[in-house]
């Protein structure tokens, strides 16, 4: 198991969903190496325990995600889960409580209140006195927009390289000054990150995708409608052209832990921004020797050229009318059939 550096602790009955969703967004901003959660980071076979303990040894920043049942949760017997000694969230507060260098923070979700200084055992009383983060549904992105800042501000050195990747699709595109040049991040917005809750199954209704395309089948479906999915780690992370996929206007489906979930914005076709990405190598931005990834952070910097959407649309025309004439051609020829025409139209 990886180092990590951000612990998140959160009651399956209470704040699962929640606890998720902060998972995807920190992944999104500071890796999947960074952040554990039990769920994601404990390999089959492994001891939950000494897992747990060597995360949290490892960790700068703990995150206890309470909702409104964290403290009232029991057990078959009616005993309050909080009160017992082999209580797995207690445990972990207790051992996060007792190293003075990891920060401690609360995070209240579902309208929750910070549980009082009585109502907590004596091991962990001094929870209460944290200063807690609340997340809101309503404003589930702004706050832990403000969270990501505290945590940025808690872990030195930085996880990973903050310089801009010199990700150049073509030098002729790029010199063109005749459109705006805009991040991805400011034209395309990140959905997920994380692996769907579907289970495959050999012969389900729905796709699940993966780093090579379609994996598998499932009954249940995570998404509905027209996506990029974006290779965040494996082999095609680096085979230019196989770093991205989409999805059908109307497809529901699920993903696994290879892919990031992005969608355009109302400032480029989807299908602009496809081809576009089609051609830029992402291999620059990948970091981590181990097991080389990367995440939206990175990837959102990546710069693209903007024209119009009617010119974004004769670009779409064209390229598939070429495409449509050549239907024998191979992954490169139609790889340097899309550079070509996108230069046509920058030119």
Known sequence: MAKKAIFISYRRDDSAGHAGRLYDRLVAEFGEDAVFIDIHAIEDGIDFVVAIDQAIDESKVFLAVIGKQWLLMADQFGRRRIDQDDDFVRIEIEKALGRPEMRVIPVLVRDASMPALEGLPQSI????????????????????????????????????????????????????????????????RLISSGKSKSEKTSNGQYAVYGAGGIIGRTNNYDFEGQYLLVVRVGNNLFKLGASINKTDPNEKFAINTNLLVVKNSDLVLFDYLYYYLKVIDFSPLAVGSAQ??????????????????????????????????????????????????????MD
Request: hydrophobic letters at 35%.
């Open 125 to 188: 009383k001094s929870l209460s006195r944290r200063n807690a983060r609340n997340i809101s549904d309503d404003r589930f992105h702004y706050d832990v927009d403000q969270l990501i800042e505290v945590i940025k501000s808690i872990i030195r050195p930085p996880l990973e390289r903050e310089t801009k990747p010199p990700v150049k699709p073509f030098t002729r595109v790029e010199e063109n000054r005749k459109y705006k040049l805009l991040s991805l991040g400011a034209v395309a």
């Open 292 to 345: 080389p990834s990367i995440n939206w952070k990175r990837l959102s910097m990546i710069e693209i050229v903007v024209p119009p959407l009617k010119v974004q649309q004769a670009f779409i025309d064209e390229l598939e009318l070429k495409l449509q004439k050549d239907p024998k051609s191979d992954e490169l020829q139609r790889l340097q059939l899309i550079k070509d025409v996108l230069v046509q139209y």
